[in-house]
């Protein structure tokens, strides 16, 4: 016996068992109850069988799953996008002076210091967030004060 039809054997039991449960007691009276009971668990099984086989003809018919190309090659000079030196509650807008020390070029290390743009918050630990792009894919870096920062596009 195959899984599924198992599968399907074991529901359609388990579908009759709560259906007989909630039948309630019989006895005088009942009758209609019992037909009715009887025609919706026929309706049930029904729409389950229904269900059950239109699933294993969709799940059948999908496409062969295909392994995906190589991503995307970093070409192109850097454009910088955004960078922003400070923390994260304090800082300033360093987008100008970090274009103007990598746009164009295929790699380019930018030296993390309040020469940036000043010291936007004295005492606390800083950073310098940049966005660039590479031909068409973005890409980010980040670094600490008193550290570099490595931006590449190369191939």
């Keep these: 016996m195959r899984w599924d039809a198992m599968r399907f054997a074991a529901a ?3 579908s009759a068992a709560m259906a007989a449960a909630a039948e309630g ?3 005088p009276g009942t009758e209609s109850d019992d037909r009715y009971n009887q025609g919706y668990r026929a309706g049930y099984d029904e729409g ?3 269900g059950y086989e239109k699933g ?3 799940g059948s018919a999908q ?3 295909v392994a995906p ?3 995307p ?4 000079p850097i454009t910088i996008s955004r960078a922003v030196y400070g923390t994260s509650s304090k800082g300033c807008d360093a987008t100008r002076w970090a274009a103007r020390m990598a746009n164009g070029r295929a790699s380019a290390t930018l030296d993390v210091s309040n020469s940036i743009c000043g010291d936007p918050a004295p005492g606390d630990r800083k950073s310098l967030d940049v966005t660039y792009v590479c031909g068409s894919i973005a890409k980010s870096a980040t670094a600490y004060e008193h550290r570099s920062v490595y931006l590449d ?3």
């Design 12 to 14: 359609l039991a388990a």
């Design 153 to 155: 596009c190369t191939p």
């Design 48 to 50: 389950f069988q229904r």
């Design 25 to 27: 007691p019989s006895g």
């Design 69 to 71: 190309g190589p991503p």
């Design 56 to 58: 294993l003809r969709e």
């Design 73 to 76: 090659r970093a070409t192109g």
């Design 63 to 65: 496409a062969p799953a």
